[in-house]
């Protein structure tokens, strides 16, 4: 006998499995995966020993990976049965959706029509999915008669002795993740034709009950081309042909390229603001670990070519005083909203800059929550600009005084354009966490946990206040590194591994393991001292 835990009650049984143990709860609560001992599992995990099970739907974040993951599953399915020529890569993650690229086939409403009647089949079908396990002898094999490269990658991952396909009758594919145990689950869900290709939408982590209205982010997916071209004429948009390229000793090359790539493009924006003669203050906003700190250093120096000065001012200093600071749902003050900031000062100050008049810089003081002056001035000569970097920059209600002919908004964040494979993409989400990780374990002392136990509140800020304004941004700079994360990953596989599934980010440490794991290691010392990534990791010329 075993004993498991769930919510308040101590359940005592033989070997089981999740979905036969609480065939009730999840099916009333339209449960999807699971949590044993605070790691994902399927429903159809069978039981072992004693542990703990928390049940998941797409209102948890590990809940809803899996409903996308599944609706990409049968998406892929119903595409494959319909078009067996043809083929189906997913390219980028925007606004609640995801975005599949077709090859050998043009997307037409006729094509879109026949997969929405197929993927309801599949769906109304119920159609169990199971996960089969072959040795890589039998995989080998397996894959020389297939001639395909759905879940290939494994076969050259050195951790494990077998490799892992999913099924759906006579379908297979493979996912990096946990799937849905049946076909079934997708209840919400949108197919459309978009940008050449076909878009799958997905509720929202707002409101998990209904899908949002749908919203463009053209200079987003622009952003995003730009990059998956260059990538694409590179021959390097999967880790597959990543891997085979360090393994070749060709690293070094690509670095320089992908280096190459960010100094063209801040050397674009740099233009464009000069060609904007108006401008005078360059605000820059983007969530965390975008390495905006790196990125207005570099930018000042392409300014600088073009006769301009940079000088740069600090929102931080602009906090209101600590008693009108407002508070968030649970009593504590909330700093991430932009009446935090005392706007009326800003915008006085930076109007008093404009007209060539000097002003009293003020610092604030965070641990009496006030603002001081220590005797600082400030002025701004005429061949000067303002650079200004936080979360509400690209909000027009940080600067409503100031002339929109006069400001340039630059949106920057990692934007991943690396897939695993055809069918698995690297989110950007958990480009910037390892990232994250690694600096703040570098420079800040914190341990990978640590940084994990503030990531949902980073994430919730970064959704209020910065990518609702996004497309407002003048400027997009994609700061990912093609060849980042084989880097990062000696960096952050260490700190990852410390975290036991005692702890609640268990679940998100091993998802990160499991990812970088699959990557060839790329020694630190080839980064340039100028890079952007040397933010994360030490050593920049600019610090």
């Known amino acids: 006998m075993i004993e498991i835990k769930y919510k308040d009650q101590v359940i005592k049984t033989e070997n089981i499995k999740v979905i036969d143990l609480l065939k009730e709860e999840i099916e009333s609560n339209h449960i999807i995966a699971c949590k044993f001992n605070n790691e994902v599992k399927s429903l159809g995990f069978e039981l072992t020993k004693d542990g703990t099970i928390q049940l998941l739907d797409i209102s948890d974040r590990d809940g809803r990976r899996i409903y996308i993951r599944g609706l990409i599953y049968i998406l892929t399915m119903a595409f494959e049965s319909l078009y067996p020529d043809a083929k189906t890569e997913i390219n980028f993650q925007l606004s609640n959706s995801m975005l599949c690229e077709v090859t050998d086939a043009e997307v037409t409403d006729e094509m879109i029509e026949n997969i929405n009647k197929k993927f309801k089949e599949i769906v109304d079908k119920n159609l169990p999915i199971v996960k089969k396990e072959m040795s890589k002898e039998e995989a080998k094999k397996f894959y020389s008669v297939e001639k395909n490269e759905k879940g290939k990658l494994q076969i050259e991952y050195g951790k494990k002795d077998t490799v892992s396909l999913y099924f759906c009758e006579d379908y297979y594919n493979y996912f990096y ?44 997916l622009e952003t995003l081309d730009e990059y998956e071209n260059l990538h694409e004429f590179l021959h390097i948009h999967t880790l597959y042909k990543l891997n085979r390229v360090i393994k070749k000793n060709k690293t070094l090359e690509y670095i320089l390229l992908d280096e190459a790539l960010h100094e063209k493009k801040l050397a674009l924006i740099a233009d464009d603001i000069i060609k904007r003669d108006k401008v005078k203050v360059i605000l820059i906003a983007g969530p965390s670990s975008s390495g905006k700190t790196t990125f207005a250093k570099r930018l000042g120096i392409q300014l600088r070519l073009n006769g301009l000065k940079p000088v740069t001012m600090s929102v931080d200093n602009y906090f209101v005083e600590r008693p009108e600071n407002p508070k968030d749902e649970n009593g504590e003050y909330d700093f991430e909203c932009i009446e935090a900031i005392d706007t009326k000062l800003f915008n006085e100050h930076i109007l008093k800059l404009l007209n060539g008049e000097e002003i009293d810089v003020p610092t604030f003081d965070f641990e009496v929550g006030t603002k001081r002056y220590n005797g600082e001035k400030m002025r701004l000569k005429d061949d000067q600009v303002l650079v200004i970097e936080g ?71 970064e959704e209020n206040n910065i990518f609702p304004f996004q497309e407002q941004a003048d400027s997009m700079f994609n700061s990912s590194l093609i060849y980042e994360l084989a880097v990062l990953r000696d960096f952050a596989l260490p700190l990852l591994r410390e975290i036991t599934d005692d702890h609640p980010e268990y679940s998100e440490a091993k998802k990160l393991i499991s990812m970088l794991e699959y990557f060839e290691s790329i020694p630190a010392m080839y980064v340039p001292q100028h890079s952007l990534l040397r933010e994360f990791l030490g050593g920049s010329i600019f610090y």
């Not at 869900?189 to 998990?208: F, V």
């Open 391 to 461: 979360i509400h920059c690209l909000n027009d209600k940080l600067t409503p005084l100031i002339p929109k002919e006069q400001k340039y908004k630059i949106y920057i964040s990692c934007l991943t354009v690396l897939n695993l494979d055809h069918n698995n993409r690297i989110s950007t989400t958990d480009s910037r966490l390892i990232r994250r990780i690694v600096r703040d374990h570098q420079f800040r002392g914190y341990s990978a946990l640590h940084t994990l136990q503030m990531w949902d509140s980073v994430n919730r800020g």
């Open 177 to 220: 993740g946990v799937l849905p145990i049946s076909t079934g689950f997708a209840k919400i869900y949108e197919i459309m034709k978009y940008h050449g290709g076909i878009l799958i939408r997905y509720p929202s982590k707002k409101d998990s009950t209904k899908l949002p209205v749908f919203e463009e982010n053209k200079k987003l």
